[in-house]
Nanobody
């Protein structure tokens, strides 16, 4: 059974940094897709960053390029999202998602099979 557990969220002031972690367990593939999404109250879930586990490909939403960086520690089955220069509009619940069931753009939530429970990020001005 696949489990994704996020951690690292919190409350910071604008301009601050946070590092989110997503630890995966139970994934049997050696290569699979993983992404970070966020969702603010009343808004749709938005793709933030994408990484191919075992492949190294990455992509980012335009809104976070140059500020967010995804990395992975294969030995720990963990993906990180380093978030710098945070803005109030980065506020939301952040989720990691893994294993793309169907082909599609990485930022489309419905292509992912597994989701974590989310970790809250709050950026104050």
């Amino acid at each position: 059974q696949v489990q994704l557990v996020e951690s690292g969220g919190g409350a910071v002031q604008a301009g601050g940094s946070l590092r989110l972690s997503c630890k995966a367990s139970g994934v049997t593939y050696s290569r699979y897709c993983m992404a970070w999404f966020r969702q603010a109250p009343g808004q749709e879930r938005e793709g933030v960053a994408y990484v191919t586990i075992g492949g190294g490909s990455t992509d980012y939403a335009d809104s976070v390029k140059g500020r967010f960086t995804s990395s992975q520690d294969n030995a720990k089955n963990t993906v990180y999202l380093q978030m710098n220069s945070l803005k109030p509009e980065d506020t939301g619940m952040y989720y990691c998602a893994a294993v793309c069931e169907v082909r599609g753009a990485w930022y489309v939530p419905s292509i992912y099979k597994h989701w974590g429970q989310g970790t809250q990020v709050t950026v104050s001005s």
